[in-house]
């Protein structure tokens, strides 16, 4: 007998181009994808990678069209002065303060949004959780790529972990070189 599966939609959205990082960004989306199917094995899980504010919008709306609501909704990439980042160095593409506020995304009572990006804690996750009214989450400082979910475990000459993780540090962009060093120790 088949599992019934839910309205409730986790949407984990990812950037490859902008900048670098484009495939552990994946993987990293991956690895999220997997652990949630876990752990909310009734809900539809949408893993896509996406380049343009446009390709946000479809995601959205692609949930909004089935009748699906998302209780959580995860955003792995780059991060500017303005938020999170689309497109590449040379076309990057940021939603407005207004572009945001005109947003309708299907957020479930208990919904929140996560910016797994640099520095998208400071003010970027209060504006969107007061803009949307959803609870939002980030991450303070630059981020890196990790072997562990919790906190910098460097992942090996290899580069090719099966499982990787976007977790925030103090490193040598945010702390200068004796920070990334102490990263790596």
């Known amino acids: 007998m088949a599992q019934a599966v839910s309205s409730d939609h986790i949407l984990i959205l990812y950037t490859t181009l902008y900048r670098t990082g484009g495939l552990k960004f994946q993987i990293a989306a991956q690895t999220m994808k997997a652990e949630k199917h876990q752990q909310f094995p009734n809900h539809n899980i949408v893993c896509k990678a996406i380049e343009s504010k446009s390709e946000f919008l479809a995601a959205i709306e692609e949930i909004k069209s089935a009748r699906g609501v998302i209780s959580e909704f995860h955003f792995i990439g780059h991060s500017g002065v303005y938020g999170i980042m689309f497109g590449t160095d040379k076309w990057p593409e940021q939603f407005s303060p207004f ?42 400082w630059y981020t890196t790529f990790s072997s562990s979910p919790k906190n910098f475990k460097w992942e090996g000459w290899s580069g090719k972990n099966p499982a990787l993780y976007v977790v925030s540090c103090p490193g040598k962009k945010s702390h200068g070189v004796f920070a990334s060093a102490a990263k790596y120790l």
Request: aromatic content about 20%.
């Open 99 to 140: 572009e945001w506020r005109n947003m309708s995304i299907p957020f479930t009572k208990e919904g929140h949004i996560y910016f797994h990006a640099c520095r998208s804690a400071r003010w970027f996750a209060p504006f969107i959780s007061r803009t949307l009214g959803v609870r939002a989450s980030g991450n303070y």
